[in-house]
Each structure stands twice: as structure tokens, then as C-alpha cells.
């Protein structure tokens, strides 16, 4: 069993920024990808960026040029620094890794962009 742990989230102001990070530990044989999505209230979630085993990124086109997707193999830890927060960042976000066959989700980390 793989075990999820979230720290960053907060409050900002729009323009500001904030540094999620997420740290799996437990049953690890092989992380596939390492990545975050975000729900927004009456929205479903979608994907903001992911980073696959050989470092390979993606984004959402939302974040692109203001986020940025990091990974530090040998502490199975991944970083979302988020910066130019706009209010539609505000979100529920949640980190999932995929190791081996299955998917692991975090509890979840609000983000709050307002004045």
C-alpha cells in the first residue's frame, strides 16, 4: 500500500505563489508518473501536470508558463511550484501516483486565490 502525504496549500493573493509537495512512501516498486489535478467546486476534476518515471512533462494549458512540475526520484517526493496564481486557481488539489498497476491519490490540499 502506498501512503500519499500533501503540504503546501494555502491562501494567496492573485499574483502570488505557493510550493505544493507530495511524498509517497509504503509499498514502492515503480512509480510510474507522479502528478497533480485540482477540483474546483461544481467542477470535475482535471489534470493541472503530471511527470512520468523518465522525467517527461505535461500540462494543463491552463498552468503552462506559470507552473512548474518537479520530481526528486530517490525521496518518491513530487513539486508543483505554482506562480502567477489567478483566482480560477482556486481548487481542491490533490496529487496521484501510479505505481505500478494502480492509481494512488492523495487527501487533497485546498489552494485559495483572493483578495
Known amino acids: 500500500q502506498v501512503q500519499l502525504v500533501e503540504s503546501g496549500g494555502g491562501l494567496v493573493q492573485p499574483g502570488g505563489s505557493l510550493r505544493l509537495s507530495c511524498a509517497a512512501s509504503g509499498s514502492i516498486f515503480i512509480i510510474n508518473s507522479m502528478g497533480w489535478y485540482r477540483q474546483a467546486p461544481g467542477k470535475e476534476r482535471e489534470l493541472v501536470a503530471v511527470?512520468?518515471?523518465?522525467?517527461?512533462?505535461r500540462y494543463a494549458d491552463s498552468v503552462k508558463g506559470r507552473f512548474t512540475l518537479s520530481r526528486d526520484n530517490g525521496k518518491n517526493t513530487v513539486y508543483l511550484q505554482m506562480n502567477s496564481l489567478k483566482p480560477e486557481d482556486t481548487a481542491v488539489y490533490y496529487c496521484k501516483v501510479v505505481a505500478g498497476m494502480h492509481d494512488n491519490w492523495g487527501q487533497g490540499t485546498q489552494v485559495t486565490v483572493s483578495s
Open positions: 511527470i512520468s518515471r523518465l522525467g517527461g512533462t
